[in-house]
């Protein structure tokens, strides 16, 4: 069967337990035709770049789906006519991506780096994007 991922976007004023029942409604739907859902992530309440529909954020869903094509269209025909969903897009990929996605990854990796307390005062650091300034007057 055909693989796709899917983001989709939901209303701020929408709490967190009912993307995630609106998430399983969805999943039902490819159910009933044929299809399957390989994974959920829930990217949470996050910034869009612009207003959508009066909305300044939107909780964040990414869907990994293995399901016929007609199924999909489905899904998609009743994200279009529910109104806790802003925006969605759906692509067919060859494989679907094992792990976490690349945007669980950049929070992941966030913890990882050091601290600016930890690198030491700038005055110790070098900057290597600017020449040294002569010594002396002009």
């Not at 009912?18 to 159910?31: D, P, R």
Request: with cysteine; charged share 35%.
């Amino acid at each position: 069967m055909p693989l796709y991922e899917c983001v989709l976007l939901a209303r701020q004023e929408v709490s967190a337990p009912q993307v995630e029942a609106l998430v399983e409604e969805f999943s039902n739907v490819l159910a009933q035709g044929g299809g399957s859902v390989a994974k959920k992530e829930f990217w949470g309440l996050r910034n869009i770049a612009y207003r959508v529909k009066k909305n300044r954020k939107a909780h964040y869903v990414l869907l990994n789906i293995d399901s016929p094509s007609a199924a999909v269209k489905e899904m998609e025909r009743q994200m279009s006519l529910n109104e806790d969903v802003l925006r969605y897009l759906t692509v067919r990929v060859e494989e679907l991506e094992e792990g976490p996605s690349a945007m669980m990854q950049a929070k992941n990796s966030r913890d990882d780096r050091p601290r600016r307390e930890e690198r030491g005062p700038r005055e110790d650091r070098p900057r290597e994007d600017r020449p040294r300034r002569a010594e002396g007057g002009e």
